[in-house]
């Protein structure tokens, strides 16, 4: 018996690109605008990418939040497939992506960019209000909204780069900063001991509360952060008022994003996924690239 239309459905087409990556941030947009027309996909499952370092300026209140946004066209014009959604398992034998939304995609090759997360270490109020890292869009915007509200004091851990851009943007906006390291000197491992000076001098100057050679080992607070406990027995407090709490910020390193490939084929250790220096994984047509791989250093050799 002949079938009428409407009484069969067409087989699912698997969707295909030659090159998949999996990450749409510096990684994933630097690969799209690199390989030009290849036939190449991004996914991300945020509605953007952004520009990190750009955003202590947002804290500050120098840029709005738009601009640290990055735009499609990145991507776009370059003949690059913008794919909003995200990847929940791979199958790296069959190579092929299953995602979020129930869509299926087979790729000739794959690239994970997946990135970094914020490092918070699982001290005791580690989970309370007003506790977190500064990586994401979502960071920032909290962030900026209890300034925004009236923040009084803050914590930051880790004096690197990000941590002394976001004291002194907090400083900027009146607040009294607190800044812990567990190093003796800022910007540990980045600069030498003549310039570490200087710069601790200058944040000494500006009246950011220096806390070097000490690690937080708990947080207090009811339901919000009231302050930290140092290895010391010292306590920093940074009570608010009834409205906005104080702040405590971790940015003090990152761990590689490999949750996804975790349980897998892939080779992956503490730091990352392993690869050589062609970028490549031990599995075939598979790449890692960015903050989410190991790799050897040509500088130390480690």
């Not at 969707?15 to 690969?31: D, F, N, R």
């Not at 491992?189 to 000494?204: G, I, T």
């Not at 190991?294 to 500088?299: D, K, M, P, R």
């Amino acid at each position: 018996m002949l079938l009428k239309p409407g009484n069969w459905t067409k087989p699912e087409v698997m969707k295909k690109h030659e090159l998949i990556v999996i990450g749409g941030g510096p990684a994933g947009i630097t690969l799209a605008k690199m390989l030009g027309k290849s036939d190449i996909a991004i996914i991300r499952p945020e509605n953007a990418s952004m520009i990190y370092c750009a955003m202590p300026y947002v804290i500050e209140g120098l840029i709005p939040h738009q601009d640290t946004l990055k735009s499609d066209n990145l991507v776009t014009d370059n003949g690059g497939v913008l794919i909003r959604d995200e990847v929940t398992s791979i199958d790296f034998e069959g190579k092929s992506l299953q995602m979020k939304s129930g869509e299926t995609y087979q790729y000739g090759k794959l690239i994970i960019a997946t990135g970094a997360v914020p490092f918070i270490p699982p001290v005791p109020g580690s989970k309370l209000k007003g506790v977190m890292g500064f990586k994401t869009e979502g960071d920032m915007d909290e962030i900026s909204h209890v300034v925004d509200a009236g923040l009084k004091r803050a914590v930051v851990v880790g004096a690197g780069a990000i941590g002394i851009e976001l004291v002194q943007a907090l400083n900027d906006r009146n607040i009294e900063v607190h800044l812990v390291d567990m190093a003796e000197s800022v910007l540990p491992n980045l600069v030498d001991e003549d310039m570490s000076h200087s710069v601790r001098d200058e944040l000494e100057n500006q009246g950011i509360h220096l806390h070097l050679g000490v690690k937080v080992t708990e947080v207090r607070g009811a339901n919000t952060a009231e302050g930290v406990v140092l290895d010391t027995g010292d306590f920093i407090n940074i009570t608010g008022h009834d409205d906005v709490g104080g702040l405590v910020v971790f940015a003090a390193g990152t761990r590689p994003e490999i949750s996804l490939v975790k349980d897998t084929p892939l080779e992956i250790d503490r730091d990352g996924i392993l690869i050589n220096d062609k970028m490549e994984t031990n599995l075939p047509d598979v790449y890692a690239v960015g903050d989410c791989v190991q790799f050897t250093s040509g500088i130390t050799g480690k």
